[in-house]
């Protein structure tokens, strides 16, 4: 069985909750093991950055809501 997990690394990732329990874990692996650029998308309702660590220094971390089109949108369009 081929490993896909390979074609992600280096690539731009959007993680959206990227603060949530899951989330975190995603963006550190994603930026310490698969080297990706990585933007955070969270409204910080349930969390806070400093869960990243020092990871948060590492990504570009927004602080909007995924309901919010209008700032939303041209993340997904870089």
Sequence with gaps: MKDYRENIKGKKVLVTGGLGFVGHNLV????????????VVDDCSNSRPEILGKTIHQVDFK?????DKE????LIEE
Excluded: A, D, G, W
């Design 28 to 39: 550190k692996k994603l930026v310490n093991q698969y080297n990706c650029e990585v933007i």
């Design 63 to 67: 602080k909007i809501s995924v309901l």
């Design 71 to 74: 700032n939303l949108f041209p």
